[in-house]
């Protein structure tokens, strides 16, 4: 049986015709090249004759799979893949053509476009910082690497979902393993949901993301989800298996003083940080009458310290007491980026700074939290935190 199907455009044109007739030079030459390929493979038939344009729909569609996708993991995995041959595909001196890197992968081999969607995951989601509670076992590097397989990992699931007696199931979807780092991809039923089909309404569930970086030979894993609680629980079961003795995540907590908070503060107000622009202050409790809540912020992201100096002189400096300050914003790789004060309940001047880290990608946050560890000895976490439910 064949399937023959014609996509049109308003006045009649074919729709994949005048795709082709938009794209990049570089994005012709590679769906052209696969084409080639194609018809290659395949009977010459009246149907896939010069003039067909139907095997142009493979192209088209990993076209629209590459859009509002992280740049960096198409350039990430290609580099990886396609070696120096990544660098045809550039779009200028500093940029790529991301949708020719997806055909070129797509190219390569079909399977690359899966694994991309868990990588742009990955530069897309925060993550919330967790640390094994109890003394990992001796060689639990060895361990936690014979375990860490597929196999190994669809049994844990099983296992949790039989046991949480839900009705959800847990789906295993990838491993990935870059830098001695394995990084675990789940899908889950999270709530009930409906969609509206051709023959009425389908009742189900909305399928969440899991996203589980198990890293530092298991002590550490960092963990991205919509829920709280079914996430830790997995990676509980995970370190539990792979290490055969009863082991549970909590959230890091790293302390910084209120010391080390007015030294960052009055360096970001001064200017004198060439690399973080100070945008923004929301204060909880501001030195005017009545200590109103107050917001100084600046839309163009420029720096907002001669301002601040500015209300000093007739107001008192607001940033003198960081328990009164909900959050700060500066700017990093033109992004904004949120950081807030949480006090430590060990005691008063005691506090854990936390960071939007989804704003910025893999890369970036790693040099974001070295960057604050060498310039102001101050280790920062996700805005991110898992809780186990307590039963």
Known sequence: MSLDFHLANRDGTD????????????????????????????RRTPQNSKGDVTG????????QFSKFKSKIAFVELA??????????????????????LAIALYLNDPKHLPMLLCIDKMHKKGFARMVLQQ????????????????????????????????????????????????QVFIRRAERPDHVLGPHGIIHGYRPEWIIL??????????????????????????????????SEYANESQVTYAAQLRRLLDILQQDHDKTLTFVELALACSPLEKGPKLKVSDPTSQSIGPALAQFAQSFGSAL???????????????????????????????FIVRYSDHRLNVKERRDFEDYFRTEYEIAILSTEKRHKRQS
């Open 15 to 42: 729709f994949l015709e005048t795709w082709q007739n938009k794209l990049t030079k570089q994005q012709r030459k590679l769906v052209e090249l696969g084409s080639k390929r194609g018809r290659s493979h395949r």
């Open 79 to 100: 580099k990886d893949v396609l070696g120096t041959d990544v660098e045809e595909w550039r779009a200028g001196e500093e940029d790529f053509d991301v949708p020719a």
């Open 213 to 246: 970086d198990v890293f530092d030979s298991g002590r550490r894993v960092n963990i991205s989800s919509t829920t709280v609680d079914v996430p830790l629980e997995i990676a509980n079961s995970i370190a539990s298996a792979a290490f055969g003795t009863e």
């Open 56 to 63: 142009l729909f493979p192209y088209f569609l990993v076209y």
């Open 135 to 182: 003394k990992p076992p001796r060689s639990s590097a060895s361990k936690l690497k014979s375990f860490m397989k597929p196999q190994n990992l669809r049994e844990v699931l099983s296992t949790f979902d039989v046991q949480k007696r839900d009705g959800r199931t847990s789906e295993f979807l990838n491993l990935l393993t870059p830098d001695k780092r394995y």
């Open 320 to 350: 003198d007491e960081p328990e009164k300050i909900d959050s700060i914003k500066v700017l990093y790789c033109d992004k904004r980026i949120s950081l807030i004060f949480e006090p430590h309940s060990d005691g008063a001047d005691q």
